[in-house]
């Protein structure tokens, strides 16, 4: 048996059978978010404009941006906000209602928490 830090494996003749863990590490759950947290942290972020940092909306709920990141393209995908991801910020769509935005957001990061 092969023991080392990078790879875990064993020789079956003349392969070599990689064992040990397989399963990528997903990130953690969200924790419940408070509605007004949320919406506080938006408009925080927002300030009066339509440009939305995940970073800094990230430090403001304490959800991984991966959650947010994803959570918002589940959001885009359905048709629900409209919008557009561009690297870590996201753009509001001038059309969209904030106050629609932060309830289909909430709604919606409420399936990852635990």
């Given amino acids: 048996m092969i023991k080392?830090?990078?790879?875990?494996?064993?020789?079956?003749?003349?392969?070599?059978?990689?064992?040990g863990r397989t399963?990528?590490?997903?990130?953690?759950k969200a924790t419940s978010i408070t509605p007004n947290k949320?919406?506080?942290?938006?408009a925080r972020v927002l300030r009066g404009e339509n440009v939305m940092?995940?970073?800094?909306?990230?430090?403001?709920t304490g959800v991984h941006r991966q959650i947010l990141r994803?959570?918002?393209?589940?959001l885009l995908g359905e048709g629900l906000v409209e919008g557009e991801l561009i690297g870590d910020s996201?753009?509001?769509?001038?059309?969209q209602d904030i106050r629609e935005?932060?309830?289909?957001?909430?709604?919606e990061l409420k399936h990852w928490t635990v």
């Avoid at 940092?53 to 403001?60: H, K, S």
């Avoid at 994803?70 to 589940?74: D, E, W, Y």
């Fill in 23 to 28: 399963k990528l590490k997903l990130p953690k």
């Fill in 38 to 42: 949320l919406r506080t942290s938006v």
């Fill in 70 to 74: 994803r959570t918002l393209l589940i």
């Fill in 4 to 19: 080392k830090k990078i790879i875990r494996g064993h020789f079956d003749e003349n392969v070599f059978v990689r064992t």
């Fill in 101 to 107: 935005f932060v309830v289909g957001l909430n709604k």
């Fill in 90 to 95: 996201f753009i509001l769509d001038e059309s």
């Fill in 53 to 60: 940092d995940i970073e800094m909306l990230e430090l403001e």
